[in-house]
């Protein structure tokens, strides 16, 4: 069994910063590529920030130059450090990691059930 866990979300002001965590445990050989992504209500899931097994890092648009994803490889954990916060950052944030189970030939993608973060202006 492999789970992913997010922590971190929460209330801010907006230009606050928060810092997620998404933590995989179980069965696992190796973790790939992290995403975090993000769905706000009444809009479809985007998606924010990618973080290669080689460290190469992605990002939307709409967060450049203010979130920045990173990984803890010992520790199958990503995370996502968001700095100046808007009130349309207010979203749940779910990350996902395309990772290889002990035993498995190919890799899945697992996603975390989600952390609610809200921007108040």
């Known amino acids: 069994q492999v789970q992913l866990v997010e922590s971190g979300g929460g209330l801010v002001q907006a230009g606050g910063s928060l810092r997620l965590s998404c933590a995989a445990s179980g069965s696992i050989f190796r973790v790939n590529a992290w995403y975090w992504h993000r769905q706000a209500p009444g809009k479809q899931r985007e998606l924010v920030?990618?973080?290669?097994?080689?460290?190469?890092?992605n990002y939307a648009d709409s967060v450049k130059g203010r979130f920045t994803i990173s990984r803890d490889n010992a520790k199958n954990t990503v995370y996502l450090q968001m700095n100046s916060l808007k009130p349309e950052d207010t979203a749940v944030y779910y990350c996902?990691?395309?990772?290889?189970?002990?035993?498995?030939?190919?890799?899945?993608?697992?996603w975390g059930q989600g952390t609610q973060v809200t921007v108040s202006s």
């Open positions: 996902a990691a395309d990772l290889r189970r002990l035993g498995a030939s190919i890799d899945f993608r697992f």
């Open positions: 920030a990618t973080i290669t097994s080689g460290g190469s890092t």
